[in-house]
């Protein structure tokens, strides 16, 4: 498909209730991204189905920001944020609102970044140190789509380099890479990046992100690039150095199987967002069955084709599509008839969502654990099982 232009939305607001009440009941509904041109960027984005603008280099698809367009429903045209705020909790759920806080904001932002050269050296502030400015922190995770070959994720401090020796490094011009540790970026793999983590993706990686919906990034350092006048683009080292962990020092994290034959893996799972594969269709017909949550849900096609049935309501999603699941939606069925490759992403209830099912499939729990990369999240149902 072909994603429409944006056009400014005349009234939509004053009915937003009845509006997103309506959506609501409909059911699922898919989601425009807002593709965004970066010197970075590059034509990669083709490869899992989205329609690119001619001779631009693109380097992200933000899929769930607050101005992306909803292509289905009663609400189509209107964006998804104004549905957030019209019915925070039809849309965004009991967790999704505890996830932002209470805030009126969708509460999974998903991006796909394709990055054809490194990324600016980087670092996010917590919910603590947010919360002064009135926001939330960003706590983040990537799954390795595609790598050339010899690729890397710059992630966290090098063991026994210091806060104070990093920053130097940063406010001195020096080879700030040479401080962080490398970890190659795999295609398949899943890493967790907590706030306060210092983090780069390296050139020659596509990824799907995952995030809190926050925009608070902290540039400590963009490889000496300048722009067309010979400028180079603002740096944050103070602000960051207020925020650095330099105890993260995040690892690929093993998926952990949830349904037979590898049919469901979870990637990934925290208190802010979980994730986990999906791959339908190798029968003659597939048939996946939701239970109803308290959070909405975000399913990315990467390969095939699937129809979605939620309020009785059926979209169907092909490959480079996303939808968007209310939470008040309730009989989610995902039907493959060809093979199909989904990315789910959702605010969990870490007991009943995630440690139970794994249990049920036989994972340890130490491999429960490490679905949270390094924050403690799963540890207190952990020791209470």
Not at 24 to 38: N, Q, W
Not at 241 to 267: D, Y
Not at 271 to 293: C, H, K, N, P, S
Request: hydrophobic share 45%; glycine share 10%; aromatic share 4%.
């Amino acid at each position: 498909m072909r994603y429409p232009m944006r056009p400014q939305i005349h009234g939509f607001a004053k009915g937003a209730s009845r509006i997103s009440r309506k959506a609501r009941e409909a059911g699922p509904f898919r989601v425009a991204p807002r593709l965004d041109p970066k010197p970075w960027g590059s034509r990669g984005l083709e490869r899992f189905g989205f329609p690119l603008p001619p001779h631009t280099p693109i380097g992200e698809a933000v899929i769930t920001s607050s101005d992306a367009l909803v292509l289905d429903g009663p609400a189509e045209g209107g964006t998804l944020g104004t549905l957030v705020a019209a019915d925070p909790l039809g849309i965004a759920g009991r967790r999704g609102l505890v996830a932002t806080a209470n805030r009126p904001l969708f509460p999974l932002l998903v991006k796909l970044i394709d990055a054809a050269e490194n990324l600016s050296i980087q670092v996010h502030p917590n919910d603590a140190a947010a919360k002064t400015m009135d926001r939330l922190g960003k706590t983040e995770a990537w799954h390795v789509l595609s790598a050339d070959r010899g690729a890397v994720l710059y992630v966290g401090l090098r063991v026994g380099v210091s806060v104070s020796e990093f920053i130097a490094c940063c406010r001195h011009g020096g080879a700030t890479s040479d401080y962080l540790r490398q970890v190659p970026a795999v295609p398949g793999t899943t890493m967790l990046i907590p706030a306060g983590t210092v983090h780069a993706i390296g050139a020659g990686v596509l990824v799907y992100e995952v995030q809190q919906p926050s925009d608070i990034t902290y540039r400590l350092d963009d490889w000496g690039r300048v722009d067309a006048a010979g400028r180079p683009r603002e740096l944050h080292v103070d602000l960051g150095l207020s925020v650095i962990n330099a105890r993260n020092g995040p690892e690929m994290i093993p998926p952990v199987p949830v349904g037979l034959e590898g049919a469901r893996r979870l990637l990934t799972a925290c208190r802010y967002f979980a994730l986990e594969q999906i791959v339908l269709g190798t029968w003659e017909e597939d048939i996946l069955e939701l239970a109803g949550l308290e959070s909405p849900q975000v399913l990315t096609c990467l390969q095939g084709n699937v129809n979605v049935t939620a309020n009785n309501a059926a979209v169907a999603l092909i490959k480079g599509e996303t939808m968007v699941i209310p939470a008040a939606c309730s009989g989610v069925r995902i039907r493959g008839t060809v093979p199909s490759v989904l990315l789910r992403a959702w605010v969990p209830d870490l007991e009943h969502e995630i440690m139970r099912p794994a249990q049920a499939m036989g994972a340890s729990n130490d491999a429960i654990a490490a679905l949270a990369g390094g924050l403690p999240d799963m540890g207190k149902y952990l020791r209470k099982s």
